[in-house]
């Protein structure tokens, strides 16, 4: 009756991290470099800890744009890694797509920098194929707020749904149960608040 | 012709309050605590005196997250308080959607925190099941603007319509002439300019 | 084959002043109070530049909303002025109604205080009778922010184009030649740097 | 299956400059006037860069409006030029709808001062008659964050596609292979930042 | 050899609340409502809580200044209440300096609205007269930042100490085990977070 | 004993209103237009209230700059006025120094075009003169909030006093019995929300 | 003849770590948490990597204030640390005094938790006994930036020297050669931009 | 009898500008990079405009501090240019002091990237010397506002004068007459609103 709630399943995702690299961050500047860093990082910390198939590429990384950040390619050994020798849109890479099939999902989670293009161009191509698309809009950077909200409007309008890494981690668990321990963990590396709830309830209650 | 307005109606609506608990409310940074805490105890002022139905949840309380707080406790004593054990969208749990549907309502305003996910995911979810959604953007909070208009994205483009415990309170009042005082009183507990206006009338009309 | 433009019409368009009252205008903070000001009286000039039909009204005006600010009702002494005796939503009452409808006119321009309740009510009344409707939004005030962008989604959302007064005048006079004197004198009233560009051009030609 | 994108193609776009006129510039207060004046020149060399056919036009230059600027008359000395008489919307100029059409283009990509009028009206008129119509949203300048933002809204719910002229570059470019030292020129004359990430690059293996 | 610091005593500060009247608070618009009402409401329980002898005064109040709001009325019954006839500057009534030094202290902390004028006119003839002067920034309004800004500036350079009202009731509570309780009691009645920090520790402790 | 109160007296101090051109406003972008216009207006009000002697200059006014705003010249037509040749710093102009001093007068209140100039200069040179020098710092613009904030640190710290036009009035009046209703309209014509409180008022108790 | 430079000196200055707890932390808001966090580690980082002595303070860590975060413990295993039993300043605290002046440092370098007290407090006893006192403003926290002004007004005008944790380390080591891997890797820790620029260098010249 | 006006000379002032490098100007984020570009050109223009003996050095810029800008390289061809090998503050360089002193001037107009270190430290050590300290405010960046305040704090409290580039030009400018071409040309290049006044007035006058 109503409009079907289009929800995040482990079993159905895959992360994609469209650019990450050292040039192109220093032009990230709608989002504090410190909150920045550590949205990309727990974004990638969600991918593991639900064991996403993950794709990570990066565009013309010889040149001024810069290597992937370390710490991506560290974190997801494994994952296909695809360095475009010069397309814009990861779409227009074939070994990019492929690696996505190949993960057999239906669910596209995006994160990159610039936002409105290294995550718009492939977000509306996947739209385009069909794909859940889901972007994860606190660990993709770009110039400005203008820009930003540009780039948001341009992919909401297309479909794509507006996530945080939070709530892209709190629609992936489903429930606490599954695992408090990992969760609260996850939370703790990357919330400070969080972190300083959980010392102070151990404190508390360690001793009882 | 033209589009039906769906319009809050006392009769239709009821209230559901979602994990305003003592450690979450730590990690709500887009509006200020002063504020944050009048909208909060403003919304629940709302639901008690139009008399809507009301339901209390919770997430995990035992733990970090800490208890619900104590003021909402006590304005609804006999509400249907729910403290979920795991489920993060209150709609996973049996008895929070049992409790919802047992007030017969098809109007569901919906506070809380954080807002993409205690509040975004259960919206989503009674969405689907066809009911009318309100969110009371102001009685909600999250972690910075950015993750604050990602969920209004979200769930706006869903359905969901983005209300604030204002709005709320005049759209279910209908008419001042229902209850001048009553309404006024709200007014004057919960809008400091208001209350300054009531004093300064009462000042100079008293003596009349 | 596109997407028709609604586009206002000076012969099809009537405004709607709502609750511009001065103990409401307290309230507003989202705007300026010098620009706020100025961008009500820009709108009244518009209508009365435009000759278009122009109804007032005001919400329960006797106790402490206060009286509709003095130069609303001087700049339109003949119009309809409807003090409403407790109906929150102007479309309730039908004397309103009644006026609006007299004009004969299907594009409703309406500003207000504040935005999510005396304009957001009456706007989503009309779209449902089948009227154009257009919100100048910045002669529009509401108590922040948040409160704002919830009011302009909603509304938004259900048809209402969100206009300023500028984009009014400009919309509505379609082509300077019409009355070159006419629009420039109202934009130097009411925008500083364009009296400024005014005043320099007329300095250094009017020797000439 | 999913929705069309919508994309960029060299060969299929115009650009439309409105209104970048000197006196018009000194309205623009949402946009810091260093970052404008780049994000506008950008914009006119991309149009260069990428050969688009390109059609300018003025708002009643010989008044207060003042002329073009002088930049934009030196980059298209051969563009089709229409100083407008009177006419606001520049779709109501037949001489200008005309250079339009002449292009032989259906994607327009507009730019232009103020945003909710001189951009806006075009955009909404061209919509109607079937063009795609992208709008350069860091070149198009206005009052203030709320003028903005009100215009974008209209725009975006009548099918507009908000863009920057970055990505703007990017979305015509397709692949960096097409020319790296073009595009990297554009980015290093545009963004200050990108301008160091080449000069470091280049110092570093300059010598290798 | 270090320059001495002028530390406030609970025995030699008195608190003087200037203008916090109804129409005079209207204008106040550096500080969000709630947040300001929050913040006198606690320099009134700080003074009240510390026993500091306590002067009210207001300015005009029988015109559009309006009363004083009704709280501190009710928290003061005892105090000297000066309704200056007309003086703007609270330091040129003679009464009120005869209640002010009838306190027989040396340090006076002032707070009041507008924070240029009812404010920084007494503590400046205050200063003069050889008085320790506090102003209480955060219980002081004003019209914006930037008058903010010209205000505090000046008592600066006069020699007026900037405080807040927590930094007053700390540095006049010296040591926590003066009175846990009631320092607690006044921090949970006056900052949400330091309530939901007392409310998860007593949940957690209680049962110990 | 303490520092003694530099308090503006009516019967010591003169206006200077430095360079408010039409061209040089173009470039204020620290404060709103509207607020701007309206903060200039009301100062010159002041002094015209006041009878404070008052001088006029201009930089340059026959190129770019741009002549002074009709109003000011309107509102002091027997003021001296100083068209300056080419002296930036006004003081640096031997007729504005006469002008100055022929006043007699020793407090000099300065407002002007922009601040860290046209204002800062003057103020600097005045101070070594041995004026007491006080800046209208809601009267005079500048760029950008860093400028702004630059210029007053310079100011301050070489002994100027920053003050706004609302303090300057009232530390000029005194005491309102000295006219109520003059000092009452000049606030009504620049403070709105000043007005809402009179036109409130004189509703309320205009039939009494 | 000029003002002498009061520069640091590793060998004279000591490190005071003043309730970085975590529920006080709960009311820090004027700096983004994940910033912050940075802050207060790359300032431990500081002390430990310049071998300065550091002295650990908490207040009444048994109540809600929290225990101290664990970081800092962890980092300071043979630090000082002195939990004060009341006392909000920690300067009122014989064993804390004992502490700093057992180091036989003359240069205080303070950081803390809430600036106004926890901070300004013993900075302002030690400026009065004839430290030179610095003070770590981005690593000191408050409720927001009115707290923080007022604070930092009231240390400058008493002398307090404003640091930022970079300015400190640099102004501590001196010459890069002193050591350019161990501050390259302080850096590269704490600032994710110059992390990047060290990751982009290193790749560039690693194979030459 | 007043304090003296501390007045640039273009006699006595030198320019010293410190550290523009690439990899350091990624780290500035306090300005918009289109801004502080150009406020950086626009400062060393002006040292070129009015032939100041202008100075160069750089950080270890071999490493990641990137090389200077070449813009200023380019500049100032046969100023001395001071790599410095490691010293942090320039003034531990003795090649800079020396280069400095071999100015003969005692006006030092410094700029620098960042503020609170590349700034403050030399300009700290100079007034030490005895020097007339200038800082050029908006060409010097940092990370944030923070740190960039509590520099100037400290800057400010040592007797540095913050001035802005503009500021600058005036000052030493001191007439139009000098060089209205000159003069008007650097304000054309760098302040675009100043440029359109100039196109308008030009366009205007140029036929008469």
Redesign the interface.
């Known amino acids: 009756?109503?409009?079907?709630?289009v929800?995040l399943d482990r079993n159905q995702a895959a992360m994609l991290l469209v650019d990450h690299q050292?040039?192109l961050?220093?032009?990230v500047?709608d989002?504090?470099?410190?909150?920045?860093?550590?949205n990309v990082l727990a974004t990638a910390d969600v991918a593991r800890y639900f064991g996403l198939p993950t794709v990570l590429t990066t565009?013309?990384e010889d040149?001024?744009?810069?290597?992937l950040?370390?710490e991506l390619r560290e974190m997801f050994p494994d994952a296909p890694f695809i360095p475009r020798?010069?397309?814009?849109?990861a779409w227009?890479n074939e070994d990019f797509v492929r690696a996505v099939k190949a993960t057999g999902r239906r669910q596209l989670i995006i994160a990159g920098v610039?936002t409105?293009?290294c995550v718009?161009?492939p977000a509306?191509?996947?739209?385009?194929?069909?794909?859940e698309v889901f972007v994860v809009?606190?660990a993709s950077g770009t110039?400005?707020e203008?820009?930003r909200?540009?780039?948001?409007?341009?992919m909401?309008?297309?479909?794509v749904?507006?996530?945080?890494w939070?709530?892209l981690a709190?629609?992936l668990?489903?429930?606490?149960?599954?695992d408090?321990e990992g969760l609260?963990t996850l939370f703790s590396n990357h919330?400070?608040?969080?972190r300083?709830?959980?010392?102070?309830?151990t404190?508390?209650?360690k001793g009882?």
Not at 124 to 131: K, N
Not at 149 to 154: M, T
Not at 156 to 159: M, V
Not at 191 to 194: E, F, H, N, R, S
Request: glycine share 10%; hydrophobic share 35%.
């Open positions: 009756m109503g409009k079907p709630y929800r050292t040039g961050l220093s032009l500047r989002i504090d470099p410190d909150r920045f860093k550590n565009s013309f040149g001024p744009n810069g290597p950040v370390p020798p010069g397309q814009i849109n227009d610039v409105e293009v718009a161009f509306l191509s996947a739209i385009e194929e069909g794909f809009t606190d110039f400005n203008l820009t909200h540009s780039a948001w409007n341009r909401s309008q297309a479909g749904q507006l996530m945080t939070f709530g709190a629609e668990h489903r429930d606490w149960r599954n408090v609260g919330i400070p608040d969080y300083n709830l959980i010392t102070a309830y404190t508390l209650t009882r």
